[in-house]
């Protein structure tokens, strides 16, 4: 999981400064000189998918997505694993599914251009198999662990939460 989290904050890291990077110099020329990067507007279409993705990660591998925990406190320890493992479950199914589902798109993509850029937009839509690949892993990961008698509970969500 550390792997997964590391990996998706690289992955948003590097996807915010080169945004970044591109919009303020292309603003900063723009102003300068009266035209700025022509890529500028495209390189955005690429990253900003992969920007989500590795968002997407990073909150997977630290247990920290949108958690509504009115059911599992109302459940005993036994109970809260089962419900747990079944939302794992959903987790993988929906993940493997949209993996499936998506290698259409993921065809198509490979012979859309970019035209500024002349990028494929696979570059762009490969970000789904990562967000959705990584989901899977970690979904097989906490089954694995839950049956291998993990708590069900192993983050305390009330003191984790920002709001």
């Given at each position: ?123 762009g839509y490969a970000s789904l198999v990562f967000a959705f690949g990584a989901m899977s ?27």
């Amino acid at each position: 999981m550390t792997l997964l989290d590391w990996s998706g904050r690289l992955i948003a890291a590097a996807c915010l400064g080169v945004m970044f990077v591109a919009l303020f110099v292309n603003v900063v020329l723009r102003y300068a000189f009266g035209s700025g990067i022509a890529w500028a507007y495209e390189i955005h279409a690429l990253l900003l998918p992969w920007l989500v993705a590795g968002g997407i990660v990073i909150a997977a591998a630290r247990g920290r997505n949108i958690a509504i925990t009115l059911l599992p406190d109302l459940l005993s320890a036994s109970g809260r694993r089962v419900l747990t493992l079944l939302i794992h479950l959903v987790i993988v199914l929906i993940a493997t599914s949209v993996l499936w589902s998506s290698q259409p798109i993921l065809k198509a993509a490979q012979f859309q251009t970019l035209s500024t850029l002349g990028i494929k937009q696979i570059w762009g839509y490969a970000s789904l198999v990562f967000a959705f690949g990584a989901m899977s892993v970690i979904g097989v990961v906490e089954i694995v662990r839950l049956l291998a008698g993990g708590d069900p509970d192993p983050l305390d969500l009330e003191r984790q939460s920002l709001g």
